[in-house]
Nanobody, 115 residues
Framework: QVQLVESGGGLVQAGGSLRLSCAAS????????MHWHRQAPGKQREWVAL???????NYAGSVKGRFTISRDNAKNTLYLQMNSLKPEDTAVYYC?????????WGQGTQVTVSS
């Protein structure tokens, strides 16, 4: 079993920064790569970024250059540093991925960016 718990969301003004965390427990090492997704009100969930166990990263075009995904394997924690936030970044952010043959996702953390 894998448990994922996101935190760090909140309300921030445009241009500000937030760092999201995703604490993993259980067989979280089986999830590779780890992803961040987000879902804005009335929109479909969209992929934001991924990181492999080897540290390779990839980003959606809309966040490239502003967001940084990282992981601390010793702490079993995934991070998403978000800079230069825009109102269109407002969404619920989820961490997760495929592990042991099935998807695992956290409950999400709300990020609201005011203009």
């Amino acid at each position: 079993q894998v448990q994922l718990v996101e935190s760090g969301g909140g309300l921030v003004q445009a241009g500000g920064s937030l760092r999201l965390s995703c604490a993993a427990s259980g067989s979280s090492f089986s999830i590779n790569p780890m992803h961040w997704h987000r879902q804005a009100p009335g929109k479909q969930r969209e992929w934001v970024a991924l990181i492999t166990s080897g540290g390779t990263t990839n980003y959606a075009g809309s966040v490239k250059g502003r967001f940084t995904i990282s992981r601390d394997n010793a702490k079993n924690t995934l991070y998403l540093q978000m800079n230069s936030l825009k109102p269109e970044d407002t969404a619920v952010y989820y961490c997760g991925g495929i592990g042991l043959g099935r998807p695992y996702w956290g409950q999400g953390t709300q990020v609201t960016v005011s203009s």
